[in-house]
């Protein structure tokens, strides 16, 4: 039989003996796929061997050189006196250096063990890990905490103004209570837009959609919306959102939008210096609660203008409300929504 037999087991012998890996190869893979560098200096802190040393530290070997010939001159220094105090004492120290690259700075963390021999110790053994996307992570996290901060505190403030202005306002306190609850559900309508933003803000359709159409049962009738439609940043977006509840309230209670077959006109338009002037206008058949300088013509006429450095005018006559608020060009997004 012309043909070549194979035999596998105890005591079998092949052409080819496949040597399996060392242990020593086996952990400078492990050390090289874990991004892990292991050095080895004397104790004149000259590097003797190198294992996986990043790439961007030297170009070329660093075998012979010191940390001087390595590393900015603060760095290298800082090095120098943690392997010194390491060869003196023979306890490990650790700590973390920054190098400041074309893309960006990297962040290492170095751990410095003593090598000894016998009783003495006779060099340095570092071993170096790099930790920028942690750090980079910690910084974002540092920068989005600050700003929530910076947000949370604006809208206290804001409900600080409006619990003032409205317990100013409200003879009694179930005419308080209702009254703060509802521009409280106003602002976190808006603050929800906000939110799922990502802190962009909220374009004015949103805010219209979230402030006003609630009140009406065909939005599509009562609501003639026409213009641009502005992508305001949050702030903005919170006043806007608060001037366009007490436009609703007063205007279900007084306006048009008491009766089914009114309308209310909201428009948006650019005017020559880049603003946008938003206009609310409607005819009050019943006659207006602003005329009694509440709260809401309040808010209108000073808070929500004065929050986005900004004037508006409130009107009542001649059976008609009209509101004009001029939305400056640091107020919304300069692409469109």
């Given at each position: 039989?012309?043909?070549?037999e194979?035999?596998?087991?105890?005591?079998?012998?092949?052409?080819?003996?496949?040597?399996?890996?060392?242990?020593?190869?086996?952990?400078?893979?492990?050390?090289?796929?874990?991004?892990?560098?292991?050095?080895?200096q004397?104790?004149d802190?000259?590097?003797?061997?190198?294992?996986?040393?990043?790439?961007?530290?030297?170009?070329?070997?660093?075998?012979?050189?010191?940390?001087?010939?390595?590393f900015?001159?603060?760095?290298?220094?800082?090095?120098?006196?943690?392997?010194?105090?390491?060869?003196?004492?023979?306890?490990?120290?650790?700590?973390?250096?920054?190098?400041?690259?074309?893309?960006?700075?990297?962040?290492?963390?170095?751990?410095?063990?003593?090598e000894?021999?016998?009783?003495?110790?006779?060099?340095?053994?570092?071993t170096?890990?790099?930790?920028?996307?942690?750090?980079?992570?910690?910084?974002?996290?540092?920068t989005?905490?600050?700003?929530?901060?910076?947000?949370?505190k604006?809208?206290?403030a804001?409900?600080?103004?409006?619990?003032?202005?409205?317990?100013?306002?409200?003879?009694?306190?179930?005419?308080?209570?209702?009254?703060?609850?509802?521009?409280?559900?106003?602002?976190?309508?808006?603050?929800?837009?906000?939110?799922?933003?990502?802190?962009?803000?909220?374009?004015?359709?949103?805010?219209?959609?979230?402030?006003?159409?609630?009140?009406?049962?065909?939005?599509?009738?009562?609501?003639?919306?026409?213009?641009?439609?502005?992508?305001?940043?949050?702030?903005?977006?919170?006043?806007?959102?608060?001037?366009?509840?007490?436009?609703?309230?007063?205007?279900?209670?007084?306006?048009?939008?008491?009766?089914?077959?009114?309308?209310?006109?909201?428009?948006a338009?650019?005017?020559?210096?880049?603003?946008?002037?938003?206009?609310?206008?409607?005819?009050?058949?019943?006659?207006?609660?602003?005329?009694?300088?509440?709260f809401?013509?309040?808010?209108?006429?000073?808070?929500?203008?004065?929050?986005?450095?900004?004037?508006?005018?409130?009107?009542?006559?001649?059976?008609?409300?009209?509101?004009?608020?001029?939305?400056?060009?640091?107020?919304?997004?300069?692409?469109p929504?």
């Amino acid at each position: 039989m012309n043909r070549e037999e194979h035999h596998t087991g105890p005591g079998a012998s092949t052409d080819e003996e496949v040597t399996a890996p060392s242990s020593a190869s086996n952990l400078l893979r492990a050390l090289k796929n874990a991004g892990v560098a292991v050095l080895l200096q004397d104790r004149d802190l000259r590097y003797v061997s190198a294992e996986n040393a990043p790439p961007n530290w030297y170009r070329g070997s660093i075998i012979g050189l010191s940390d001087r010939n390595i590393f900015p001159p603060h760095e290298a220094e800082r090095l120098r006196l943690a392997k010194l105090d390491v060869l003196r004492t023979g306890q490990a120290a650790r700590l973390e250096i920054a190098l400041s690259e074309s893309d960006g700075t990297r962040w290492y963390d170095l751990w410095l063990d003593p090598e000894s021999s016998g009783p003495d110790v006779v060099g340095i053994v570092t071993t170096a890990i790099e930790v920028s996307d942690q750090k980079r992570r910690e910084q974002t996290l540092r920068t989005l905490l600050r700003e929530v901060s910076h947000r949370s505190k604006n809208l206290l403030a804001i409900i600080q103004s409006i619990a003032t202005q409205t317990g100013r306002y409200s003879g009694t306190l179930d005419e308080f209570l209702l009254r703060f609850r509802g521009r409280l559900q106003s602002l976190s309508s808006s603050q929800d837009l906000v939110t799922s933003s990502n802190w962009r803000g909220a374009d004015l359709k949103q805010l219209v959609a979230g402030q006003v159409a609630r009140y009406t049962a065909n939005p599509g009738h009562n609501i003639v919306l026409s213009g641009v439609n502005p992508y305001l940043n949050p702030n903005a977006a919170l006043h806007v959102g608060l001037a366009l509840h007490e436009l609703a309230v007063n205007s279900v209670s007084f306006g048009a939008l008491s009766s089914p077959d009114s309308k209310v006109e909201i428009s948006a338009l650019p005017d020559g210096d880049g603003s946008i002037v938003f206009n609310w206008s409607e005819r009050t058949p019943v006659g207006a609660e602003f005329a009694e300088r509440r709260f809401g013509s309040v808010a209108l006429e000073r808070v929500v203008p004065a929050s986005i450095n900004s004037t508006a005018q409130l009107t009542i006559a001649a059976g008609r409300l009209d509101y004009r608020l001029v939305l400056p060009r640091d107020s919304f997004h300069p692409e469109p929504a």
